[in-house]
Nanobody, 126 residues
Framework: QVQLVESGGGLVQAGGSLRLSCAAS????????MGWFRQAPGKAREFAAVIKWDGSSTHYAASVKGRFTIFRDNAKNTVYLQMNDLQPEDTAVYYCVAGTTWSNTVYFTQPLYDYWGQGTQVTVSS
């Protein structure tokens, strides 16, 4: 069982930056692929980024590529999402996820991930 707790959300102006953190419980953190999904008001939840258990590979949604960076610190059981050049369309609840399966083809699908955090709100004002 893995518990995920997100932090770092908040209100930022367009063009600003935020760093989200996700602390995971359990000794097997380094066995899990870790990622982030987001859900904007009135929209479906969507994939943002994922990182392999050893940090050797990542995938990003086209909408965030070049602006967001996912990285992890296995010694701290924590995964991060550095978000730069934030835009109003990035406003959403951001969810941390963990999964035991790594995929280079269906990494954006929600059923791939076994554990989900409660989410942290990110609001970007124009």
């Amino acid at each position: 069982q893995v518990q995920l707790v997100e932090s770092g959300g908040g209100l930022v102006q367009a063009g600003g930056s935020l760093r989200l953190s996700c602390a995971a419980s359990g000794r097997t953190f380094r066995s899990y692929a870790m990622g982030w999904f987001r859900q904007a008001p009135g929209k479906a939840r969507e994939f943002a980024a994922v990182i392999k258990w050893d940090g050797s590979s990542t995938h990003y949604a086209a909408s965030v590529k070049g602006r967001f960076t996912i990285f992890r610190d296995n010694a701290k059981n924590t995964v991060y999402l550095q978000m730069n050049d934030l835009q109003p369309e990035d406003t959403a609840v951001y969810y941390c996820v963990a999964g035991t399966t790594w995929s280079n083809t269906v990494y954006f699908t929600q059923p791939l991930y076994d554990y989900w955090g409660q989410g942290t709100q990110v609001t970007v004002s124009s």
